[in-house]
């Protein structure tokens, strides 16, 4: 006699295709680094553009032309010397604006920079990823069919995935910039952590549903 499948694989398998879904999205992205990077070459080239324009415009306020006019302030009125004097302070604000573009850019190096090894490693990795996420979907699916291997299949998809998380983390720990860093850990801990979850659901919950799929 077929039974109706329980609410708690349903949930299960939805919540397992979820993350075969976001993963493969996540590993397409590492499959393309490269071009993410390139917006990221785009944007610092619009920086370095800035901080050239900031130079032409103080190019036109010279120190020489501001020594000149200091030296022959005896013969102009207090007005002009009023905006020679406001023009240096302006020069000096421009140069410190410029000095924290630098910064900013200096920093956004540092969070995205990724040597050439570590991007050679996120493409491996975002193709071997894709398999472990359709993995995931695949899991998911047999939840909701019923077979007689649809609960070990699930253990297997959830340990694996657990074994690649790891393996993953450690081969991008410590390289590249501040965001692969603090991504790379994030995502590792949260994959596994969900893994953990739904295997302790799968394992508490009661699985005669699946059994019976013998006597269907």
């Known amino acids: 006699m077929k039974s109706q499948t329980p609410t708690w694989a349903i949930i299960v398998a939805i919540l397992m295709m979820l993350i075969g879904g976001c993963g493969i999205k996540n590993d397409i992205q590492y499959i393309n680094i490269r071009s993410m990077l390139a917006m990221k070459d785009k944007f610092m080239n619009k920086i370095d553009a800035s901080i050239e324009k900031e130079k032409d415009s103080l190019a036109a306020v010279s120190p020489d032309a501001v020594a000149v006019d200091t030296l022959t302030m005896d013969t102009i009125s207090e007005e002009v010397e009023e905006d020679v004097v406001n023009t240096d302070t302006s020069a000096i604000d421009i140069n410190g604006e410029k000095k924290d573009i630098n910064e900013v850019k200096d920093m956004i190096e540092g969070f995205l920079d990724v040597p050439e090894e570590t991007i050679q490693w996120m493409i491996r990795l975002g193709y071997i990823g894709l398999f472990f996420s359709v993995l ?56 596994i952590i969900i893994s953990i979850i739904v295997g302790i659901i799968i394992v508490s919950c009661d699985k005669s549903h699946y059994e019976e799929s013998y006597t269907d």
């Open 136 to 191: 995931f979907l695949v899991g998911g699916l047999f939840l909701l069919i019923k077979k007689d291997f649809s609960i070990q299949l699930a253990y297997t998809v959830l340990g694996a995935n657990i074994a690649f998380s790891i393996f993953k983390w450690i081969m991008l720990s410590g390289k590249g910039g501040s965001m692969l860093a603090i991504s790379n850990s994030i995502g590792a801990a949260f994959s």
